[in-house]
């Protein structure tokens, strides 16, 4: 198949960056949309030119460092999956493909279409996990965790810190990420004891990282590649109000 | 302290089961005053080095960790599917730390050491715990306790598992402690940062040179010692279900400065893997093992059905139950479709080489779901497997509830790596090797859910005990970053990346790695001989030399330059590759992951006669072939030098390995 890409060149933070057009010819419809890029790419090289740069590592859907938007969505319109799972089969022939980067405030370019999302890491440096030395563990079993908090649990825990939530918010809220950890760790007997220092940690770091308030669009849940749901948002809420309030007491 | 051969070991004297405690107690300690003044620095964010960075971190050193990835939770240990085994016996199905021992020697086809695999059996326990207390959401059963499934190799269920997803909890359990450590001050992380060099300094490993891929920056680190956690080398082959950063440099590079590589031939074939479909392919999808517990795996009984399914003129479903060869089934009765990966990687290619193959290319099998959506129900099947049948459609088009998956072998794990001693040491002082980049454990062929295990317990348990052995004899801080041996080593790496820069010449890196890659794949894969191994090491270097002059690496090194990456790690690729068909073919036998065609059994052997085993398995030699081959590096394009060490087997009878 015979494609047009629309796509965001950015030499480097600095650079204002612009829209560069690519005709990519004789495209097989079984390839993924990454190995379109790289064919894409190794033409360019071969004609003397500059790859275009996007993140990839697992290519399956898991690890999360692929990070294009792609025709105005973060990941692709398909739902449910990640840019490297898109496959080509889903376009048609003669197609225009815009492909940009992951936008926000908070993740930085670094070149076209990779982006700096550390700030994802400095929130669970923050409080996302559950402090247990190691070696210091109970036998496995002594805590039995009920079938449903485990899988509520692990609803939340598929999060894969991709940044799609971000990228697709208008007011580029993380959210989503941060109420996704807190539903994993909140929702297990092993996370009450720093439940409350958790939401209060994460949040207060979102908040300096320059991440956007959550006005309820919605928009992160629709582009999440594993379908974390919005109610961890409600969820997260909850918890944070109740964190205040206790913080407040303790202070008074 | 056993020696073996020329190279010490260092396995504690004593009865089996009691060699790691009485090691611990006898190991060195560090005063908690003191653990402060030493600096480690850990390479690789993946299980094996999570866990060790944020563990060591607790205990109160200082660590740097560095990787590639943008972030520390992104390191291909996230990809594992299907589980992580552990001596539990919470089945109380008869499993114990000796059936997990042995099962993994036997797996290994006798291949690695008795006293690290009984250690690994020993401390999977308290992994499980570990992991459980970080809030690692493993499946449960409706009474709160944890699940578990079998895997291959196995007669007991002890693999415990968090849906298709087990390693990304486990990384994500892994990689919140290491956040919190980070937090505190004890782990410095640096994500985007490449090693491109050991530092060793008067025989011993005391620092890194590494290149920041953001800036281009080049800068040294010194510290106290250095471990190594940076993954397999599977991608030497180009096709892998390898994540498409994983490399051999960090390995290599400390192999170039003086540490063995112990037995790189043994790679490991999954069995169940999407077939290839075209050139453009960058990489291979693995389909969990889980799946074999439910799923039959066949090909038609003659060719003629299977040059119909490849041309479309007839479906799976149209061959009925008597013209299907269910082949594992039939040659090993009772493991069945769970028999071990290198056995059932190579039926598949056998089943193909007889034109049985039902892929459009030839090179696929049949895994089918029909009986058991039949006997459990579809809502079972889809509880159970969903999230990877959805993967399968979306890659291969089709849906795996009302037709059969089409698999094929890929490349997938190795079992070689550096060599180290018990304590996790390589043979060059202070520099300590962890997890899939080590050689220890799984000897020939591992078994499944067995490396997520070894990862976490080299990282959580292993080298927090062992470390204070090297470094109870060294003054903390005693090298710096100005001695000589930090210039020699950065000098070196910015002539090797100022020369990829200035090649400037007509074809891609990933065109040289594609060609290494079908080269090693064709003769130092599923099958190997004496003569397409001989004539791999004369095209190696033709192409190595090509690459050198003929590379088109564009754009600068002062910034992100995805192309110079990857020039480095084929370049290194590139010579690696010839350790490879060294080894292999210097083990003129077939064991595990290693299968020399000169090597197999045959009507007339004493053990095919007695219905032990079948014509066609590996045939080891054990008279001959019993030890670990560790290589020195004798500079690039010279033959290395072989040492080697002995294997004893004081606890375990060496057999052949039967899975009839
Ligand atoms: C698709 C797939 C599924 C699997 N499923 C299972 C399973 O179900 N059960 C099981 O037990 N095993 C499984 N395995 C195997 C298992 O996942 C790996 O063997 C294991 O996770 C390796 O962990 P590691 O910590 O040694 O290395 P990795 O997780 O590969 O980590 C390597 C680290 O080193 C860093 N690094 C590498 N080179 C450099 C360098 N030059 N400079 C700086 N940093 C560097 C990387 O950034 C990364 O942080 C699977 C493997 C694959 C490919
Ligand atoms: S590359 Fe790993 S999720 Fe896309």
Redesign the pocket.
């Known amino acids: 198949m015979n494609l047009t890409l629309k796509v965001w060149r950015q030499k480097n933070p600095d650079d204002h960056g612009r829209i560069e057009t690519y005709e990519a010819k004789d495209i097989p419809e079984e390839c993924s949309f990454l190995e379109m890029l790289d064919i894409v790419n190794e033409r360019i090289i071969t004609e003397g030119g500059d790859p275009i740069h996007f993140d990839h590592d ?1 290519r ?1 859907g898991i690890c999360g460092t692929c990070s294009l938007t792609i025709n105005g969505i973060p990941h692709s319109k398909e739902r449910g999956i990640t840019a490297c799972q898109v496959h080509m089969r889903k376009f048609r022939d003669g197609d225009t493909i815009w492909i940009e980067p992951f936008r926000a405030r908070a993740f930085p370019i670094v070149r076209d279409l990779v982006v700096d999302r550390t700030a994802f890491d400095r929130i669970i440096a923050a409080g996302g996990y559950i402090s247990v030395r190691t070696g210091s563990a109970q036998d496995a079993n002594a805590l039995p965790v009920s079938k449903d908090d485990a899988d509520a649990s692990f609803d939340a825990a598929a999060c894969i810190g991709c940044g799609a939530c971000v990228a697709a918010c208008k007011n580029a809220s993380a959210m989503l990420f941060v109420g996704a950890k807190a539903s994993h760790l909140n929702h297990l007997p092993q996370g009450q004891p720093e439940k409350d220092r958790r939401v209060l940690a994460m949040v207060r770091q979102m908040d300096a990282e320059g991440f956007g308030n959550c006005t309820n669009q919605y928009e992160c849940e629709a582009v999440c590649p594993k379908s974390i749901s919005a109610d961890v948002i409600a969820k997260l809420n909850r918890d944070y109000a109740i964190a205040v309030a206790k913080e407040a007491t303790t202070a008074s | 302290m056993a020696s073996n051969g020329s190279i010490n070991s260092a396995i504690p004297s004593g009865p089996l089961a009691d060699k790691w405690t009485k090691h611990k107690n006898e190991s060195k300690l560090i005063n908690p005053a003191n653990k402060r003044k030493f600096s480690i620095i850990v ?8 866990s060790a960075a944020a563990t060591l971190s607790e205990l109160g050193y200082q660590v740097k960790c ?4 943008d972030s ?1 939770r ?12 552990a001596a539990k016996n919470y089945q109380n199905d008869g499993d114990s730390v000796w059936r997990l021992f042995y099962d993994t020697i036997k797996g290994g086809d006798f291949r690695s050491r008795e006293a690290n695999v009984y250690r690994l059996a020993e401390v999977s326990a308290n992994i499980i715990d570990q992991c459980v207390a970080q809030g690692v959401p493993f499946a449960r059963e409706y009474g709160g306790l944890l699940d578990n499934r079998s895997f291959g190799g196995a007669q007991v269920s002890r693999t415990f ?1 968090a849906r298709g997803q ?2 990304q909890q486990l ?1 994500i359990g892994c990689y919140q402690a290491l956040e919190k450590e980070i937090a505190k001050g004890g782990v410095k992380m640096y994500p985007r ?4 060099d050991l530092v060793v300094v008067d025989g011993h490993a005391k620092g890194i040179i ?1 290149r920041d891929m953001v800036t281009g920056e080049i800068s040294r680190h010194a510290a106290d010692c250095v471990i190594l ?4 080398y ?1 991608n030497v082959f180009y096709l ?4 498409k ?3 051999v ?2 390995a290599y ?1 400390a192999h170039k400065r003086g540490a063995y590589f112990a037995n790189p031939c043994y790679t490991q074939i ?1 069995p169940t893997c999407i077939p290839v479909s075209g050139d453009y392919q960058s990489k291979l ?2 389909m ?3 799946l074999r517990n439910d799923g039959r795996i066949w090909v038609p009984k003659s060719p003629e059905d299977a040059a119909a399914i490849r041309e479309g003129r007839k479906k799976a479903s149209d061959i009925p139950d008597e013209d299907r060869d269910y082949y594992l089934e039939r040659k090993y009765p009772s493991f069945g479709n769970l028999a071990p990966r290198d056995i059932s990687s190579r039926s598949a290619k056998e089943a193909c080489d007889e034109g049985r193959g039902v892929a459009p290319t030839g090179l696929g099998v049949f895994l089918d779901f029909r009986d058991a959506i039949d006997r459990l129900g579809k809502d079972t099947i889809e509880a159970r497997y969903g999230n990877l049948f959805q993967m399968y459609e979306k890659i291969a088009g089709t849906d795996p509830y009302t037709s059969p998956m089409q698999i094929y072998p890929a490349v ?2 190795t079992m070689g790596g550096l060599w180290v001693d018990y304590n996790l040491m390589s043979n060059v002082p202070g520099l300590h090797v ?4 080590n050689f220890s454990d799984h000897g020939a062929n ?1 078994l ?8 976490l317990a080299d ?1 959580y348990f292993v080298i927090p005990a062992t470390l204070p052995n090297y470094l109870a004899g060294e003054t903390p801080g005693s090298v710096s970053t100005e001695h000589d041996a930090f210039a020699e080593a950065e000098a070196a790496v910015r002539e090797r990346v100022d020369k990829l820069m200035s090649i400037d010449g007509k074809r891609t890196v990933d065109s040289f790695h594609r060609e290494l890659g079908l080269l090693v794949w064709d003769k130092c894969g599923m099958a190997r001989n004496e003569e397409g191994l001989k004539e791999a090491l004369e095209k190696i270097p033709a192409i190595r030399e090509e690459f050198w002059e003929n590379v088109r690496v564009p754009g600068d090194s002062g910034n992100l330059n995805a192309e110079l990456e990857k020039a480095g ?1 084929v370049a290194d690729f590139l010579e690696f590759a010839e350790l490879l068909c060294y080894d292999a073919l210097e083990r003129e036998e077939s064991c595990g992951g290693h299968f020399r065609e000169e090597y197999q059994f045959t009507e007339d052997d004493e053990a095919v006669k007695t219905g032990h085993t079948g014509p066609g398995e590996a045939k080891r030699r054990d008279d001959e072939f019993c030890y670990v081959a560790a290589w020195e590096s004798t500079g690039a394009g010279n033959k290395p030098k072989l040492h080697k060490e002995d294997l004893d087997f004081e606890n375990v009878k060496l057999s052949v390995r039967s899975y009839k």
């Open positions: 697992c399956e | 390479v690789g964010s993946g299980l094996a080095g999570g560095f990787c590639y990835q520390p992104r390191a291909h240990s996230i990809a594992a599917q299907g589980g992580i085994n598992y087990t390693g990384l940062t490449e090693m491109l590494v956690a940076t993954g397999g599977g892998s279900t390898n994540a950063g994983c490399n440099m960090a590079r999954h999808t693995l969990s093992e889980s997938h794990y962890l997890g899939e980049a591992r499944g859910a067995s490396a997520l295990m070894q990862g990282g790690r």
